[in-house]
């Protein structure tokens, strides 16, 4: 064996591969824009014949077996463990002989069996573009055939008498298989309604996701109607819950998951149907009548034991706590109660990747919103989150999800017995939470910035950003530095003049945050679902706004975001022109 030097795709081209220090990718593939894939850095040569020096010189072996040699059985398959580099995660492929079979529910489309591109270098494209034309020369059969005793799907085989079989690794999600005919290597193409590669773990337990697809009936949906409002979710309420998940858990299992599981579909339907009344000025008596159907089947299922408790059931009541939350003017949050009881019960599933993970943090920045605007504690329990899965990914929403935790840990002192005196935890949350600002990727950097001015109307900041990820998480990082700013004590050793400086420089950092919090989601209008942290702090301190131009404009976003979003603001905006009235009489 040798050390193998260089990236895949410098090697592949037999150019010179060149790493700065530091650098994750070679100089390359940063300037073409492809993955640098460094595999491992021993590999295996083949050998036929080893030197005897024993027998002489010039003396060689040949490493062949004689037809009578014994070999030991073994009790197990051999197990190919692959590596997902992008998430960190590990699956396992076993060959067995037989039929190709894999688990998916019998209304997969055939179309979702097809190879996608595992390299981005150009010779890879040319590679898959030749195999679709083999393909096309050689169809697949004209249905797929399910067996519905195992839920199994068999892929119809070419035109050929010999096929291979791939043990489909249980995981959380459920995924379509297609073997490459060149490689053998499996491979799909990413949908809304197909699980990921990431979602692949090493053991052989299926997730209550995997088990509603495969092992409950397929209810399609009764009108057109409802496929819009269902269509509706996926492409615009899922990705609000999926911000800070790369691997967009909600957008692609739940709307697979509402044809399986009835509450969770009236509960989809009636979010979809409430936002819809919202935006167009509508009656909500549609959202309504599916909300009602929903309650119905989640009270029956919550009835139940808590260990039957799982994923669906968390996920199902955490979309109707988002129902609660778009009417805001009746938001009892009842259902968010009803989460935090069925979080304890499920903490395995919430903290062990998946759809189950995603709902877990989707609660929490649920019940942030909570915290901040009716001034109430924390209900969630925050010491499960430090185990998450999700810190184990080097993405923006992982990032993004370290100063979620941080803003919780913060409210959580805040509405604690020692809040006004334990000045030393002030101080580690602060720390803390400037290290995450100053560690920050470059994907958090603005693409353009622009300094507010006021003397032509410009009233806050310009920041333009690529991604919601990296947005959302900014604006959580202002709403952490206006929660101490605003309510970390001060020192005992602070009187009089010193005092009254530290309150006005904590107001006006109050003031600095809040403009940069409002100039970033004015600026990024199209990523709306990355706006909501910025409602939550105009509805906390948007009374610091003194000059009429951020006033002004701080109405015209509140104003803009319910038109677009379907989050009611109205009564913010109320309670803002209240707020300034009065401070402008006191002056």
């Keep these: 064996m040798r050390p193998g030097r260089g990236c895949k795709s410098c090697r592949k081209k037999h150019a010179k591969c060149i790493t700065e220090d530091g650098a994750s990718a070679c100089v390359r593939c940063i300037d073409s824009g492809h993955v640098c894939d460094f595999e491992p850095r021993i590999r295996f040569k083949e050998v036929k014949h080893v030197d005897a020096a024993s027998k002489g010189p010039g003396v060689r072996v040949e490493l062949s077996f004689e037809e009578d040699q014994v070999w030991v059985s073994t009790n197990q398959p051999c197990k190919f463990i692959i590596e997902d580099v992008i998430n960190g995660t590990e699956w396992d492929t076993t060959e067995l002989a037989g039929d190709s079979t894999i688990a998916v529910n019998e209304g997969a489309s055939r179309t979702a069996l097809t190879t996608i591109l595992e390299d981005h270098d150009e010779d890879i494209a040319n590679d898959t573009l030749q195999a679709r034309t083999i393909s096309e020369q050689q169809p ?29 690794p249980h995981s959380p999600s459920t995924f379509l298989w297609n ?8 491979a799909t193409t990413l949908s809304p309604f197909t699980p990921a590669l990431s979602d692949f773990r090493g053991d052989a337990i299926l997730s209550p996701s995997d088990i509603a697809i495969n092992q409950t009936p397929r209810t399609n949906l009764t009108s057109k109607r ?10 615009l309420l899922a990705p609000w819950a999926d911000i800070f998940d790369s ?3 909600c957008k692609r299992l739940v709307p697979r998951l509402c044809l399986h599981i009835p509450m969770m579909r009236y509960a989809v339907l009636a979010l979809s149907a409430r936002h819809q009344a919202i935006v167009t000025k509508g009656t909500e008596l549609e959202a309504s009548y599916y909300h009602g159907k929903s309650l119905e089947l989640v009270i029956d299922a919550l009835s139940a034991p808590e260990e039957t408790y799982d994923e669906t059931h968390l996920v199902t009541v955490a979309i ?10 009746d938001d009892h949050r009842t259902h968010l109660l009803g989460t935090v009881r069925l979080l304890r019960t499920v903490s395995k599933f919430s903290l062990s990747g998946g759809l189950g993970e995603t709902a877990s943090w989707w609660i929490l920045r649920q019940d942030i919103y909570v915290a901040l605007v009716h001034k109430q504690p924390l209900s969630v329990d925050l010491s499960t989150y430090d185990q998450a899965s999700a810190f184990d990914l080097e993405d923006d929403g992982s990032y993004s999800n ?19 005196t334990d000045i030393s935890a002030w101080e580690t949350l602060e720390t803390e939470t400037d290290a995450w600002w100053n560690a920050k990727p470059d994907t958090f950097q603005p693409i353009f910035y622009e300094e507010p001015d006021l003397s032509r109307n410009r009233a806050f900041p310009t920041m333009c950003m690529v991604s919601s990820a990296p947005m959302a998480g900014l604006a959580y990082y202002h709403v952490a530095k206006v929660l101490i700013s605003m309510h970390k004590p001060l020192s005992p050793k602070l009187s009089g003049f010193h005092a009254a400086k530290t309150r006005q420089e904590a107001e006006k950092n109050v003031i600095h945050h809040l403009s940069q919090a409002i100039g970033l989601s004015a600026s990024n209008g199209e990523l709306e679902n990355a706006t909501f942290e910025t409602h939550h702090l105009l509805y ?48």
């Design 226 to 235: 409802e496929a819009f409002l269902l269509h509706k979710y996926t492409n």
């Design 320 to 329: 109707l706590r988002h129902y609660e939350e778009l009417g805001n003017d």
């Design 179 to 186: 073997p490459r005919k060149d490689t053998g290597i499996a």
């Design 140 to 168: 697949y059969g004209d249905e797929l055939r399910v067996n519905p005793d195992h839920a199994y799907i068999q892929l119809p085989e070419p035109n050929s008498h010999h096929s291979n079989t791939i043990d489909v």
């Design 247 to 249: 691997r967009q858990h």
């Design 402 to 420: 370290m100063v979620v935790l941080l803003v919780a840990r913060i409210l959580q002192l805040l509405h604690s017995p020692s809040h006004s």
């Design 540 to 587: 906390m301190c948007g009374y610091c706004l003194k000059h009429p131009a951020q006033r002004e404009a701080a109405i015209n976003f509140l104003t803009w975001s319910e038109d677009v979003t379907g989050w009611r603001t109205s009564n913010t905006v109320n309670m803002l022109k209240e707020q300034w009235k009065h401070l402008d009489a006191a002056e």
